[in-house]
């Protein structure tokens, strides 16, 4: 298939790139560089250094391009951030892509992957999570995404466009072959903040508070490794062109794991002493966040491989210790 990747140069595009070469895919991908990276790219796959916002240029790109499906990662996640400037992911998330709606539209373009999050969810109410779980954000990010898969509902509905929406729970690792070597630009994640701590690029790291009810009273999450993350977009991308069926499914690893935890493994795979001291609680963070993608197991027959926690941090550490 001939695939158009927005958003193909960033840390999740870049996995999702390599895995459809990978399978052997035509991949263009269109990227405004603006936490993309050069070294993130392909010589295999065509570059379009474009912004969703140009609308001309993504109608050109569309037109030009004879597309089967897009992929579509451009987006600002920062939730924190989102809570603050709400507008600048009103503008990029929700706004950039009308504009990808909208020329896929004209273009007649049907199918379409979407990169959703667990964040569309908020609190949980239970444990795992599920597809069927109240979608309520607790912040202005998640309800960008939780907004965008009304409209790809709609659109779905209008003009016959298929999408999977695909909601990550907490994206982490490297490529295992270790070919994607560009590192995320001032990361807030736990894991790229404990890598560049490891290097010594920061002197020390704080852990969000240790008074949760957890098993150590630090937050507990789902971190899912961007190799299964990539698998996954093309697992559905087949599913909804074989079905005709546009789906919303969790990726996780169903499993939970503490920061403390994650920061324990990290010392001991990178040998490195990782200063980290508690500080207050981090708002917006729920004690514990954990995925069921039984769904995704029975409609795409996809399965976490890489999401192990030795895997996931050694696989950080291999990109971070270049
Ligand atoms: N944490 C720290 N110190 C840090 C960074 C994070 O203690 O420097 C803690 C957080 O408090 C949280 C855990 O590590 O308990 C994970 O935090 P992240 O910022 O890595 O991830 P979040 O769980 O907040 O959110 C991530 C993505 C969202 C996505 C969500 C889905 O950033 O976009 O996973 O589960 F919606």
């Not at 298939?1 to 999740?12: C, E, F, T």
């Not at 474009?50 to 897009?70: C, E, Q, V, W, Y």
């Not at 069921?292 to 996809?302: E, H, P, Y």
Request: aromatic letters at 10%; one cysteine or more.
């Amino acid at each position: 298939m001939n695939i158009l990747i927005i958003g193909g140069a960033g840390y999740i595009g870049s996995h999702v790139t390599r895995e459809f070469l990978d399978i052997g895919h035509q991949c263009t991908v269109f990227d405004n560089l603006s936490s993309g990276l050069r070294e993130n790219l392909f010589a295999e796959a065509e570059f379009i250094h474009g912004d969703i916002h140009d609308l001309p240029s993504l109608l050109d790109t569309m037109k030009n391009g004879s597309f089967d499906a897009i992929v579509h990662l451009a987006a600002f996640k920062a939730a924190g951030e989102s809570m603050l400037k709400p507008e600048k992911y009103s503008h990029n998330n929700i706004s950039g892509t009308i504009n990808i709606l909208n020329a896929a539209s004209i273009h007649g373009i049907k199918n379409i992957v979407f990169s959703s999050s667990a964040a569309v969810y908020g609190e949980p109410q239970y444990l795992p999570i599920d597809e069927n779980h109240p979608t309520l954000p607790e912040n202005y990010y998640g309800f960008t995404k939780l907004e965008i898969e009304r409209f790809l509902a709609w659109y779905d509905k209008l003009k016959n466009i298929r999408y999977a929406s695909l909601r990550y729970f907490n994206a982490a690792g490297y490529d295992v072959k270790g070919r994607i070597k560009g590192l995320e630009q001032n990361p807030a994640n736990l894991l790229p903040v404990i890598m560049e701590t490891a290097c010594g690029t920061r002197k020390e790291m704080q852990i969000f508070g240790n008074d949760y009810d957890t098993k150590d009273g630090t937050c507990v999450r789902d971190y899912i490794h961007v190799n299964d993350l990539a698998s996954g977009h093309a697992l559905s991308l087949n599913y909804i062109i074989k079905n005709d069926k546009s789906i919303i499914v969790n990726l996780g690893s169903e499993n939970g794991f503490s920061v403390t935890e994650v920061l324990e493994t990290a010392r001991k795979i990178t040998g490195r002493a990782i200063p980290a001291k508690i500080t207050g609680r981090r708002s917006g963070d729920p004690a514990k966040l954990t995925a069921s993608s039984a769904i995704a197991q029975k409609l795409l027959n996809w399965k976490a491989k890489y999401s192990d926690m030795e895997t996931l941090i050694k696989t950080s550490w291999d990109a971070y210790s270049k």
